[in-house]
């Protein structure tokens, strides 16, 4: 089973600060996924990526497939990014697209 | 284009009373679906998963079941709810045409608070 772990559990920043999400994981994969979890619950996707750099507005996500390493940054952040951050990755018998998923980066950022 | 629904978003039961989670996809066909739980706290466990009608695989054993009678309705049961029972319940789905490595989509999601 592919562990995912992701640093830090826990980021307080200020408004306008560069943020950056990591996350690393265990057995290779072919591409990672990034989800935001809203404070009410909802899930929203905002990532799949397999190799390189994904650029979405002002969310940024790298993977490196050798190192096994994913980061999320987010540039000139805002109070409207706290969420919760979520890596997840293949699950390794993946009959049915099955994810595993990281513990989540709890963010908050301050006005 | 596709949706998922997910309902109710909040719910209230007592300990030992049985439980109903329904879930529906619109604007595809033969989706993977997949019933998660996200206790106070913790990540996200996947509890089931369906890759089609009357097919269900369960990941941990616990005290609650899945089905599938449609294609787009995957229904998560309980005939008698625990306390540890709480938590956030997510319905997702993907495709489940063309491979692995697709993207997931998420209902809204059921908070269940068992008392």
């Known amino acids: 089973k592919n562990e995912v772990e992701q640093s830090p559990q826990n980021l307080t920043a200020q408004e306008g600060e560069f943020i950056t999400i990591n996350c690393s994981y265990s057995v290779g994969i072919s591409a990672l996924h990034w989800l935001q979890q809203h404070p009410g619950g909802g899930i929203v996707s905002l990532f799949m990526l397999s190799s390189g750099k994904k650029k979405h507005g002002r969310l940024i996500a790298t993977i490196n497939i050798q190192e096994k390493h994913s980061s999320l940054h987010i540039t000139a952040s805002h109070p409207r990014d706290s969420a919760v951050y979520i890596c997840a990755v293949p699950t390794f018998n993946n009959a049915g697209n099955m994810l595993t998923f990281g513990g989540g980066t709890r963010l908050m950022v301050k006005p | 284009s596709q949706t998922i629904h997910q309902w109710p978003a909040t719910l209230v039961q007592p300990v030992g009373s049985p439980l109903s989670l329904e879930c529906t996809v619109e604007?595809?066909?033969?989706?993977?679906l997949y019933w998660y739980r996200q206790a106070a706290g913790r990540g996200l466990q996947l509890l089931f998963y369906s890759v089609g009608i009357g097919q269900i695989s369960s990941e941990v054993p616990q005290n609650l079941s899945a089905s599938r009678p449609q294609d787009r309705q995957f229904i998560l049961s309980s005939k008698k709810l625990l306390l540890s029972d709480s938590g956030f319940y997510l319905c997702?789905?993907?495709?489940?045409?063309?491979?692995?490595?697709?993207?997931?989509?998420f209902g809204d999601g059921t908070r269940l608070s068992i008392l």
């Open positions: 997702a789905w993907s495709p489940g045409a063309g491979g692995s490595n697709q993207p997931q989509h």
């Open positions: 604007g595809t066909s033969n989706p993977n």
